[in-house]
């Protein structure tokens, strides 16, 4: 039910990208679906919940392979929680599975009560998570989750990058005894390099001094295309720091980041209060005090302008022009 | 197993120690907590099957009590049943203990954390529904009041549970007729309860939520198979002290001296029959 979208990524990225070697892999949700069902194929206690959702969960071919460890609840979100709570603290491994924006808003005392407060072990998963739904409007999309869960005790949040840290987040989520959020995409997303995923950590994408990009989830490419661009056409050496974990967040290697680069930018598909970014400047300032040049990319605190997930990337500069520019500016400063 | 006689010599203990409870404290919910007592006792003395020592065995039944803010009731209880000291109970509401006003897994015997209304029944429905899939054989018990299922999420969960035919799973509710602004009627009426509990596809059962044997029939088993029972239990708000009786200011009142002394003389009064017959 998505409108037809313009290509994530501009020609001129592509072909920065075919530079890099980088291939294009599949959307992060088809990679949760086909690993959960890899996963509870070997474990009958994994057990899917969803809220009329297993279509847009891809999650019709493990319906059709394991219909005994799938429970339907119909749209309603609120019960989705309250029944995955009940069902894990009888000892199911449950996978509750809904978009982002209903999963996080319409349930979040759900979330904070019976999953967080009464520490059952559900992950929570949201799907078409941040703009994905872009064209739909701003009912569909979930700038919040981040910021509303940064702030529930007892409760981790992954943003995978790519379809490895995809597969590596709901591999740890399924042994995981605490709850954890999972938030997925539907864009196919082109694979890293450095292929290391351990729950907590970062994962240092590409080396250098000059600035650094510390990006979660789906706007980690657009910052190495960003790096790439900028060692090319101005001799700088950006690093990018993937942040898999937004909590707990991996601070020593954002204090690092912060005390080796001459600059810092976050990037995130979230609103730019209380996300990936305000945990970043709440870390370094609560470090050893920053006097360095420092910038939050997001969507900012306004109406988000109708569009697709590109388009909307674009318009606030979550692109690799967007991003290189970003960079360019806070080093004149 | 306790006689009918010892039951409800139990039931005015746990209203003396509720009082004195909450009179210590300096808060709690006086009425709510007096209104199940019966329910409570029931259910910890005659029907679930689950002690300190089996607390953690995955065939325990469970009991979530959704209106949490009765807690005073539940901790009087479980303190009875063995699951701690009732002396701990002096600390409730105090500075760095666990016995907060509302139920937490933090007080042994306490299955789920509750308090904001409208969670038990969804939480008890996969509770239910677990049990279900593994074929286990306990059962499921949530306390509701009238006044929560305004909530919304308790309709979800009522359609779900009806949908899996979750006939191990029974939600009880303490329908008082009272809430914190007043009758529940004139600020949100949930009637006629049993019609559309009855609709939703629930076995109903309405019993006098003061009288121990139809309580303990009630609860004995699932009211039919393959539905979920709803047990309306009507009761009286403030049950057992003539002022509290009926009073909506008792809801959440603190008795003072004056009030606490002539409560515990209402009930001790009370006492006398039953206990004759202990012997
Ligand atoms: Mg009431």
Redesign the pocket.
Known sequence: MSAPAPPIHSVAAQTVAAKLGLKLGRPNLEVFASTLLELASADESIVVVTSDSRGSGKLVPFAKALPKQIVEVGIAEQNLVGIAAGLASVGKKVFAVSPACFLTARSFEQIKNDVAYSANPVALVGISAGVSYGALGSTHHSLHDLAALRAVNNISLVVPADNFEASEAVRCAAKFSAPVYLRFGKAPLYDLPEHKFEFGCSRLVRPGNDAAFIATGETVIHALLAAQLLEETDGLKCRVVSVPTVKPLDIDAVRDAASVCGAVVTVEEHMVHGGLGEACASTIIQGNGYKGRFKIVGIPDEYTVPGSQADIFHHYGISMIGLAETVRGLLKR | MYTDRQLAYKSLQYRREILSVIKRAGAGHTG?SL?CTDILNVLYNRVLRVTPETFSSPTRDRYVQSKGHSVEALFVVLADQGFFPSKELETLCQYGSHFVGHPTRKVPGVEQNTGALGHGLPICTGMALGGKMDGADFRVFTLL???ELAEGSNWEAALAAAHYGLDNLTAIV??????ITGP?REVMSTEPLIEKFAAFGWAVRTVDGHDLGELSAAFAKPLALGQPSLVIARTT?GKGVSFMENQVGWHHRVPNEEELAQALREIDDALELPSEAEG
């Open positions: 709510g209104s009041g009238d006044g303490d329908c008082n007729a009272l809430q529940t708000k």
